[in-house]
């Protein structure tokens, strides 16, 4: 039974804006060397460890003003993004979804908002994490919405055949690499969730997506910027669209 409890979806956006920073600095730190998602936060200027009270997701942010305590340095405003955006994506879920699939569900959203970082700040895509995604995506679709093996498996499998086939063709022509390494693995691991009819969808809706923001970078005079487009951006703005369709 879906649930309308104003105190329910209050929670559950406290706890999508919790989920949020704590992988918004996970996304930072994977790439760092000596620094691991379990040392403390601390401030990137004067290396003080922040307390409790500048942790507190969205209100810390608001309070500070977008600044550490020391006011030396700038916090950046993707936290405070990534908490709303992801306490909100809670929210909607939570409001049209029974619980059993709301807590599925936030889990897809969270990994989404998790590759959508790491691909924005490294261009990298995080293999365990994508891993993870597509058995629980694969448990989804296939145990607990009772759908076909095979859907999730088509999905998964189309997933990664169609962008390694496409980079496989542009690399025997151009000499070089057309996607990142690890964006077969991703569409591979959405399609766990989606089944393979919606794994096209979203690769088409994903690089129109890529399109128009090429465009924007040319009229904004930054087309330099056009050859280290990461797909995995697109693939997971595209996926909530797809999958509501």
């Known amino acids: 039974m879906i649930n309308h409890n104003y105190f329910y979806l209050f929670i559950s956006f406290l706890l999508g804006s919790a989920i949020a920073s704590f992988l918004y600095a996970w996304a930072m730190r994977i790439c760092q060397t000596g620094e691991t998602i379990l040392d403390p936060s601390k401030c990137r200027f004067c290396e003080k460890k922040l307390s409790p009270l500048e942790l507190i997701p969205i209100l810390s942010w608001l309070i500070q003003r977008g600044r550490c305590y020391?006011?030396?340095?700038?916090?950046?405003?993707?936290?405070?993004?990534?908490?709303?955006?992801?306490?909100?994506?809670?929210v909607t879920i939570g409001y049209n979804y029974p619980m059993q699939d709301a807590l599925f569900l936030s889990f897809f959203a969270s990994a989404l908002l998790f590759f959508f970082l790491t691909d924005a700040?490294?261009?990298?895509?995080?293999?365990?994490?994508?891993?993870?995604?597509?058995?629980?995506?694969?448990?989804?679709?296939?145990?607990?919405?009772?759908?076909?093996?095979?859907?999730?498996?088509?999905?998964i499998?189309?997933?990664?055949?169609?962008?390694?086939?496409?980079?496989?063709?542009?690399?025997?022509?151009?000499?070089?690499?057309?996607?990142?390494?690890?964006?077969?693995?991703?569409?591979?691991?959405?399609?766990?969730?989606?089944?393979?009819?919606?794994?096209?969808?979203?690769?088409?809706?994903?690089?129109?997506?890529?399109?128009?923001?090429?465009?924007?970078?040319?009229?904004?005079?930054?087309?330099?910027l056009l050859t280290k487009l990461p797909l995995g951006l697109f693939l997971s703005l595209a996926t909530p669209i797809i999958y509501l369709t």
């Open 70 to 90: 020391c006011q030396k340095h700038r916090l950046s405003s993707g936290y405070f993004i990534s908490e709303i955006v992801l306490g909100s994506a809670f």
């Open 121 to 155: 700040m490294h261009q990298v895509l995080y293999l365990p994490m994508m891993v993870i995604n597509g058995i629980v995506g694969f448990f989804y679709l296939s145990y607990y919405q009772h759908q076909s093996i095979a859907i999730s498996l088509g999905g």
């Open 157 to 224: 499998f189309l997933g990664f055949a169609v962008l390694y086939s496409i980079n496989f063709i542009y690399l025997k022509i151009k000499q070089r690499q057309g996607f990142g390494s690890g964006d077969k693995f991703l569409l591979a691991s959405i399609g766990a969730w989606l089944g393979p009819m919606k794994v096209i969808k979203l690769l088409f809706l994903a690089s129109w997506l890529g399109v128009i923001y090429a465009l924007f970078l040319m009229y904004k005079g930054r087309a330099n």
